[in-house]
């Protein structure tokens, strides 16, 4: 039978690969990287670039990506399950990956309007929650000129829960002296469906913020690859 590994609560199985030679390994990445000279990161399909990336053999990124679901959600994935399917030195390259590209992402965040480049705050966003196997709950701590003061984790749940404490978000909210807010929550189940729980809170912290002349500028809700705007969908 298939090994099996936990993502997200649920048993994913992995086919057990055998060992290929190491001059096979070999040439296979040379013929790869040979492709991705000769035509860029078009010619290369997505488990393809993942193993180059990532300094694996093609079928571990495919198993990868098999068991995960997407780049965005390997990235987010857990080293210890990551390591399961494709070894710890292979984990560890595609985590230091992720960090690169969410100081990648932060570094205009830092830099520029917030509201100015709101494609560049949901690829923050995504790239820093999705996959996580449990839920948590961000906050993006703006100042007058929607400028990030921080970006911070104020609770993480189980599976399905992120308990979330307007209280606490605006005492936060006040010690940093922010004038706004963005927060977002991810669905680890995939669903981009905003429960009536979710809905609750957000007008709970609306509420909250409102009596504190703070700005609650957006929820945002990562599920999977997808993120979702309660602003845009009239739930706030």
Not at 99 to 106: F, Y
Not at 131 to 145: I, K, N, S, T, Y
Request: glycine residues 6%; aromatic residues 4%; neutral net charge.
């Amino acid at each position: 039978m298939p090994n099996a590994i936990a993502v997200n609560e649920m048993s994913v199985p992995i086919a057990v690969r055998p060992a290929l030679p190491r001059a096979l390994l070999a040439a296979r990445r040379c013929a790869l990287e040979q492709r991705w000279a000769d035509g860029g990161v078009a010619a290369l399909a997505d488990d393809e670039a993942f193993a180059l990336l990532c300094g694996v053999d093609a079928c571990v990124a495919e198993d990868l990506l098999a068991a995960f679901g997407s780049t965005p959600e390997v990235w987010g994935a857990a080293e210890a399950d990551l390591a399961r399917v494709a070894g710890p030195r292979a984990a560890a390259r595609i985590k230091l990956a992720q960090e690169v590209a969410r100081r990648v992402l932060m570094r205009p965040l830092k830099q520029r309007t917030v509201l100015g480049a709101w494609t560049q705050v949901v690829d923050h966003l995504r790239t820093a929650m999705v996959g996580a196997p449990r839920e948590q709950f961000r906050v993006l701590f703006l100042d007058r000129r929607n400028r990030l003061i921080a970006d911070e984790v104020m609770n993480e749940g189980t599976v399905w829960h992120a308990p979330v404490y307007p209280r606490e978000v605006m005492r936060r909210a006040l010690e940093l002296h922010a004038s706004g807010l963005v927060v977002a929550h991810n669905h680890p189940s995939g669903d981009p469906t905003p429960s009536g729980a979710d809905v609750d809170m957000t007008r709970q912290l609306a509420d909250a913020a409102r009596a504190l002349a703070i700005s609650l500028h957006d929820h945002v809700l990562i599920a999977g690859d997808r993120a979702v705007s309660f602003r845009a969908l009239g739930l706030m």
